[in-house]
T-cell receptor
Framework: DADVTQTPRNRITKTGKRIMLECSQTKGHDRMYWYRQDPGLGLRLIYYSFDVKDINKGEISDGYSVSRQAQAKFSLSLESAIPNQTALYFC????????????????FGPGTRLTVL | GDSVTQMEGPVTLSEEAFLTINCTYTATGYPSLFWYVQYPGEGLQLLLKATKADDKGSNKGFEATYRKETTSFHLEKGSVQVSDSAVYFCALSDRVRGSTLGRLYFGRGTQLTVWP
């Protein structure tokens, strides 16, 4: 079984709809991240969370919100989807070592392809 | 701010050809550097990494050396295979006073296609 799972894998929705993308992990990592990938732009960080009570905005958080329901679950919401949010969304995790140092390596889920019409 | 500039693709090679994908970075601290690979329809996987100057990361025949003097982390492989066809991303992880904050900054990705 995959260590980082994302649901749904594909979603088509209409402008103005509320959408939630979910991420679960069995790696036991404290740190979780949401990225979006657009052709020719690489990946950009939307939000990240270092533990259940610590959530931070990334480069492109406008139009998105997140919820860290548990150590293993991190959800991304689009409150009112718009067409330019059409993209591939990735969740990732990383471990935190003693002293607050990350291992650096992030582990990615398979992605959710979102299309907003 | 921190950023990564990566060679634009697509790159098309014949099997057994030599591969170089250029990557340069801008960072205020002492970042860790990474190459991730994305195979069709999949998420990103770590290919290799280097955490300090002059370190060489290697995996599956790929290599990259952390060059602080040229702020570069070029990816190389001596003989590519069809199975290496994928998108390759250079990335850096910001670091302040030795403690990694954990955010990754990615390049735009380079599509590699290898023909038999």
């Amino acid at each position: 079984d995959a260590d980082v799972t994302q649901t749904p894998r594909n979603r088509i929705t209409k402008t103005g709809k509320r959408i939630m993308l979910e991420c679960s992990q069995t790696k036991g990592h404290d740190r979780m991240y949401w990225y979006r990938q657009d052709p020719g732009l690489g990946l950009r960080l939307i939000y990240y969370s270092f533990d259940v009570k610590d959530i931070n905005k990334g480069e492109i958080s406008d139009g998105y919100s997140v919820s860290r329901q548990a150590q293993a679950k991190f959800s991304l919401s689009l409150e009112s989807a718009i067409p330019n949010q059409t993209a591939l969304y990735f969740c990732a995790t990383s471990a935190e070592l003693a002293g607050g140092h990350s291992t650096d390596t992030q582990y990615f889920g398979p992605g959710t392809r979102l299309t907003v019409l | 701010g921190d950023s990564v500039t990566q060679m634009e693709g697509p790159v098309t090679l014949s099997e057994e050809a030599f591969l170089t994908i250029n990557c340069t970075y801008t960072a205020t601290g002492y970042p860790s550097l990474f190459w991730y690979v994305q195979y069709p329809g999949e998420g990103l996987q770590l290919l290799l990494k280097a955490t300090k100057a002059d370190d060489k990361g290697s995996n599956k025949g790929f290599e990259a050396t952390y060059r602080k003097e040229t702020t570069s982390f070029h990816l190389e492989k001596g003989s590519v295979q069809v199975s290496d066809s994928a998108v390759y991303f250079c990335a850096l992880s910001d670091r302040v006073r030795g403690s990694t904050l954990g955010r990754l900054y990615f390049g735009r990705g380079t599509q590699l296609t290898v023909w038999p």
